[in-house]
Structures are given as C-alpha cells and as structure tokens.
Nanobody, 125 residues
Framework: QVQLLESGGGLVQAGGSVRLSCAASGLTFSQHATGWFRQAPGKEHEFVGNIDWSGTAKYYSDSVKGRFTISRDNAKKIVYLQMNSLNVEDTAIYLC??????????????????WGQGTQVTVSS
C-alpha cells in the first residue's frame, strides 16, 4: 500500500521559514516524480512545484519561485519543501503527490497518482 506522509507544518510568522517533509512507502520512490500542492480554504488544489526522479529537474509556480525549494533523498524516500520568506497568502494545507513517471512538468493535480493527507501551514502577520 502506497503511503505519503507529510510533516513539518505549523504556525510561522510572516517572513519566516518552514521545511516540510514527505516520507514515502509502498512504492519504488526513485521511479516516481513528486510534486507539492497546496489547498487554501474554499479553493482547489494549487500547484506549488515538482521534482523529477533524480532531483535534477524542478519546476515551480510563479507565486513561489525564488522562495520555495524542492529537494529529495531517494535513499530515505523523502521529498522536502523548503519555504522561505513566507507571507499570509501561503497559508494552506500542503500536500505531496507522486506520479508514476520519472519526469513530469505537469501542474495538474489529476495527473498525480498518489497523495498524502497534507500538513497545515499557517502564516501569521
């Protein structure tokens, strides 16, 4: 059974930083591209960024580019989302997702095969 488990969320002040982790099990992690999405109250999933199987190719949404960084450790089966210079608009549930592909540029949540439950990030002003 595939499981993606996010952690690291919490309350942070505007301008601060948080690092999220997503631990994977039940799948050959190195054969899956992974992505991060977020969902604010009353809104649909918003693409944050993704990373290919090797950690080489990364894509980010314009709203987080230059502030957020995705990385992965295939040996540990973990993907990370480092978030810097946070603002209140970044408040959301952050979810990681995996796709049965080595590489993906997709920003569409429907293209991802496995999902975690998410972790809440709240940015206070």
């Amino acid at each position: 059974q595939v499981q993606l488990l996010e952690s690291g969320g919490g309350l942070v002040q505007a301008g601060g930083s948080v690092r999220l982790s997503c631990a994977a099990s039940g799948l050959t992690f190195s054969q899956h591209a992974t992505g991060w999405f977020r969902q604010a109250p009353g809104k649909e999933h918003e693409f944050v960024g993704n990373i290919d199987w090797s950690g080489t190719a990364k894509y980010y949404s314009d709203s987080v580019k230059g502030r957020f960084t995705i990385s992965r450790d295939n040996a540990k089966k973990i993907v990370y989302l480092q978030m810097n210079s946070l603002n209140v608009e970044d408040t959301a549930i952050y979810l990681c997702a995996a796709r049965r592909a080595y590489v993906t540029t997709s920003q569409d949540a429907r293209d991802y095969d496995y999902w975690g439950q998410g972790t809440q990030v709240t940015v206070s002003s």
